[in-house]
């Protein structure tokens, strides 16, 4: 009864998905483009600018949260991406020093980090604390990852051997030199805060939100350590087969859930600037043959033309949880990127899309959102986040026993 109860599961699962790949419904939004039609959008924030910094984690785990803020019924808000960078960097420092540097110091994180940092720290508004002393307007990190990475290679490899006690004292006066002092208190909206109070007052529930992923190289439904060098706090996630995976996401965006996403975007098929990500039969299909020795021979100008011509959509490629594999271990795919989808749209010949929030500006032909195909989702996505309540009570329930 079980498994006939999963497959009916399963079947109607799918049938939704079908219904949504029919004419806009009266929730439904018109896209930005011709080429695609939204059939459900999430409530987002505006589009951010990460600009020279490796802080996508942070940027869009927040927009996750902010868009859960406005599902929850709190409100828009804007809150503040320096201050769980601020946060997350110092924790990553005292981790590298206990560890003698034998784990990643960069920028990169996962979104647990987010999560962490509000349970945690709590948080505050950007106005409040924006992080923008390098530049009024951007935000500049290259010579600040620089300077806070010799500083804990000097701690671990001083020739006194013993650790002073007042290396984090240094750490913390280097961060803020950069990105500012964090403020113990702070008025907002004529009301008197603390980070910690000011969460409160959000009634963001950290401990609700979790991470999953598809990999058979751990057992599915069971958690693990993701092994990616931005995990540097070693964060888990439940395990779930491809097919259960995908659904996760199309079923939280249906109920009005977005999804916190984390992606290999260095890829012949991922574009900004055309605003699309697409996994294709020419780039993938053929790796070693004749015809993948031509297509590696052309410009990244002739690329594009051909993978996001409009009037000529490319074939995309089938995957299954083999191939993803495959992917991973070979290193190519990666953890490159942050992302947050907000959304689910198709094309004119039914194809599914993914509408998704970057942090990279405005300047594309969608406001800086994206449409991702399923298939490039499937194959290239390293993790997601969302809330505990997205997730189908069937998978669930395997996932916490």
Known sequence: MRVLWITLALLVSQISIAEDNKPVEENSEEAFSENFKIIKSIPATSVKDQYMTGTCWSFSGLSFIESELIRLGRGEFDLSEMYVVHHTYERKAKRYVRMHGNINFAPGGEFNDVTDIILEYGIVPDEVYNGLLVDDEKH??????????????????????????????????????????????????????????????????????????????????????????????????????????????DSAIRNG????????????????DKGMAIAPEIVYASCASRQKEKWDEKTKKEKEEIL??????????????????????????????????????????????????????????????????????????????????????????????
Request: glycine share 6%.
């Open 308 to 401: 996001f011509n409009s009037k000529k959509p490319v074939k995309e490629i089938y995957v299954d949880q083999e191939l993803r594999q495959k992917a991973f271990e070979d290193y190519s795919t990666t953890d490159d990127h942050g992302m947050h989808i907000v959304g689910l749209a198709y094309d004119k010949k039914g194809n599914s899309y993914y509408y998704v929030k970057n942090s990279w500006g405005n300047d594309n032909p969608f406001n800086g959102y994206m449409f991702v195909s399923q298939p490039y989702f499937q194959y290239k996505t390293i993790a997601v986040m969302v809330h505990k309540d997205a997730i189908p009570k069937y998978i669930f329930e395997k996932i916490q026993q």
């Open 257 to 272: 859930y977005s999804v916190a996403w984390s992606s290999d975007v260095s890829e012949d098929g991922f574009c900004f």
């Open 140 to 249: 500049i990190h290259s010579e600040m990852d620089l300077v806070l990475e010799e500083y804990v290679k000097a701690i671990i490899t001083n020739p006194n051997k013993n650790l002073s006690g007042v290396w984090e004292d240094g750490f913390r006066k280097v961060l803020e030199s950069y990105l500012g002092e964090i403020p113990e208190k702070f008025e907002y909206n004529g009301e008197k805060y603390t980070p910690e109070t000011f969460a409160g007052y959000l009634g963001i529930n950290a401990s609700d939100y979790i991470m999953l992923s598809s990999f058979t190289h751990e057992p599915f439904y069971e958690s693990f350590i993701l092994e990616v060098p931005d995990n540097w706090s070693w964060g888990e996630v439940y395990n779930v087969p491809l097919e259960e995976f995908t659904m996760i996401v």
